[in-house]
């Protein structure tokens, strides 16, 4: 499973962007998807994860309210939209793909600045 995440940069506070994480080779069974981030001297957190085929959506608290993980099937792509953001957003967010039982992939990582 290949996962190519892409939209990262540089926003201000208060701002948005949105991250594309499109997964690619032996998908079949990949059951989840979703983000992780992990800002300098510290350790990775959830972001977000979305059931495939249930939309069934999780939610780090810290992004609870503000970010919003949804999925394009046909595209085989998972997309998080990120408003109202922080400078404790910043972070070097993963893409990652879970089939069962226990088969983690994870794409390069993507970093977002949040920043004035």
């Known amino acids: 499973v290949q996962l190519q995440a892409s939209g990262g940069g540089l926003v201000q506070p208060g701002g948005s962007l949105r991250l594309s994480c499109a997964a690619s080779?032996?998908?079949?069974?990949?059951?989840?998807m979703g983000w992780y981030r992990q800002a300098p001297g510290k350790q990775r957190e959830l972001v977000a994860t979305?059931?495939?085929?249930?939309?069934?959506?999780t939610y780090g608290e810290s992004v609870k309210g503000r970010f919003t993980i949804s999925r394009d099937n046909a595209k085989n792509t998972v997309y998080l939209q990120m408003n109202s953001q922080k400078p404790e957003d910043t972070a070097v967010y993963y893409c990652?793909?879970?089939?069962?039982?226990?088969?983690?992939?994870w794409g390069r990582g993507t970093l977002v600045t949040v920043s004035s």
């Open positions: 080779g032996n998908i079949f069974n990949i059951n989840v």
């Open positions: 990652n793909a879970v089939r069962p039982p226990a088969n983690n992939y």
């Open positions: 979305i059931v495939i085929g249930a939309d069934r959506t």
